[in-house]
């Protein structure tokens, strides 16, 4: 048993939880509207812990931690489960959330044991070296770069306030620029055969 690698999984996906309540912490000046630029901040950096892209990474990056198929895929699974469970729990020790949080956001438990596996499932096949290692290590820049036109991050309403507006902007843009270096990274990798280090490293041979 990789010991080591699901004790990451469990602290990589507290660490999400948490930053990603953290995010969601409003002032009552943002409300009132009197520190719009901090809001503007607060938003961008919300909407980028809470990207689809971020959470799907995690069970990602989970699946590779635990390196065998097996394994990753409950990896997977555990890791947004443990993410939800740490978010909504600390969230109601600190009073922002009631008993209701966990019917009302029932649907994201369920799509953690849905996806999760599959998605623990690629991180583990992205330790491979051959096209299917490649793809699989395609899954989440390809998803950045998606994500801001599919969620509209770039065709906010003029209506809504500008630091929403900015918010999207430029979490649309980050999105996209991570999603195509990592893209173009790893196709730059695949292209070369790994070295020795590269391999052990990976636990390849």
């Excluded at 602290?11 to 943002?30: D, E, F, G, P, Y």
């Excluded at 989440?140 to 918010?167: D, K, Q, S, Y």
């Excluded at 893209?183 to 070369?192: E, T």
Aim: a positive charge; one cysteine or more.
């Amino acid at each position: 048993m990789n010991r080591r690698g699901w004790s990451l999984v469990v602290v990589a996906a507290s660490v999400l939880a948490l930053v990603s309540l953290a995010s969601n912490v409003t002032t009552l000046s943002q409300l009132e509207g009197k520190a719009d630029t901090l809001l503007a901040g607060r938003l961008t950096l919300s909407q980028l812990v809470n990207a689809g892209t971020v959470w799907a990474g995690l069970a990602v990056v989970s699946g590779w931690l635990v390196r065998r198929p097996g394994p990753a895929v409950v990896a997977g699974v555990v890791a947004l489960l443990t993410a939800c469970v740490v978010h909504y729990g600390v969230g109601m020790a600190f009073g922002m959330f009631d008993l209701n949080v966990w019917t009302a956001n029932l649907h994201w438990l369920l799509a953690a044991m849905v996806v999760g596996g599959p998605l623990g499932l690629v991180g583990a096949t992205a330790r491979r070296w051959d096209p299917w290692g490649v793809a699989a290590r395609l899954v989440v820049p390809v998803g950045a770069v998606l994500e801001p036109f599919i969620v509209g991050r770039f065709a906010t309403p003029a209506i809504l306030p500008w630091p929403n507006r900015v918010a999207d902007a430029i979490t649309g843009l980050a999105l996209l620029t991570a999603g195509v270096v990592g893209c173009f990274r790893v196709l730059a990798a695949g292209r070369r055969r790994p070295t020795i280090h590269e391999r052990r490293a990976t636990g390849v041979s």
